[in-house]
């Protein structure tokens, strides 16, 4: 199956708007839980500009933030045809790591641009405020009060596998074009996830290829695309994607530069969910049915319905993480839990 007729099976397309401007970001509209593509937000962003000119002009633009550290670039053999992805047998990946100077990863890229079938090489997630201090100073978002993690990602003809987020995240094109299919949360099942503890760049990926989907092999693929959503992403262009929503991303043009933010709707501290999930698979999954049934009771109780009712005959000054969690209480919890898995 063809790459078009995928994307002719997308019927929806990601709602957009082009009447919001950089100071026009709110709190709402970053913390709402369906997608919005914002047109032309970051259009007056030096980088974009450079970047609209050509891969060479924004290439000296980066340059010249440039700290001269390392980065952990994926390399790819051109037969990969820019799939981030596992080998066959899915005993090891289709890319291997390689750590070079952000500066030589770069010109390594630009050198792929005249090429038919070039290798893929991607810099992904690349702390901005580290790798290009002062970058932010000319190309930014005001969303500073949100304390986001500020990442670069650059490559050429990438594809990204479906893949969530836990933090929350607003993605602006920089330089080149990028297609992006986007899933609801409930769609899961029909993603035909890969393995949680092994995986590309830390986060479980969707097995389907995009580009030419089995649907013998993956049947519940077909209502996966019957709600996905669909856009390309001009320079300038941004996106927000909530919190959990699978996104599947696609550079289309020989040299790309994106900028994302990430943040969290509750403080750091706290810890990531998809570590408290991996220790529930270890701990609760395997116990005989009856056991899990009544542990299925215990984290309704705990934490997906508690009612702070249920704790008032424990003293408040007893109450531990059954109260409101903050830092010290964290700190103090996680230390407990520390020395129970040693």
Known sequence: MTDQHVLNDISQAIAETDDITVADLSDELLAADQPVVIRGLASNWPAVKHGLESPDRIIEYLQEFDANNVVTAMYAPPEAAGRIFYNEDMTAFNFEYRRMALKEAVQQVRSHVDMPSPPTLYIGSTNVDHWLPGFREQNDFPVGHLEPLVSIWIGNRTRVAAHYDFPSNIACIVAGRRRIILFPP???????????????????????????????????????????????????????????????????????????????????????????????????????????????????????????????????????????????????FRKMLRDRLL
């Not at 830390?202 to 989907?213: C, K, R, T």
């Not at 909530?242 to 289309?252: A, I, N, R, V």
Request: charged share 20%.
């Open 186 to 332: 409930e769609q899961l099942a029909n993603l035909y996830v890969g393995p949680l503890e092994f995986t590309p760049a830390g986060q479980p990926i969707s097995l389907v290829d995009f580009h030419a989907p089995d649907y013998e092999q993956f049947p519940k693929f077909r209502e996966a695309v019957e709600n996905a959503q669909i856009s390309v992403l001009e320079p300038g262009d941004a996106i927000v994607i909530p919190s959990m929503w699978w996104h599947h991303l696609e550079g289309l043009d020989a040299f790309n530069v994106l900028v994302n933010y990430w943040w969290r709707s509750s403080p750091s501290y706290l810890g990531s969910p998809l570590s408290a999930l991996q220790h529930a698979i270890l701990g609760i999954r395997d116990l005989p049915e009856a056991q899990r049934r009544q542990w299925q009771e215990l984290f309704d109780f705990y934490v997906f319905n508690p009612d702070p009712h249920d704790f008032e005959h424990i003293p408040e000054v007893a109450r531990g993480v059954l109260n409101p969690i903050d830092e010290q209480t964290a700190g103090r």
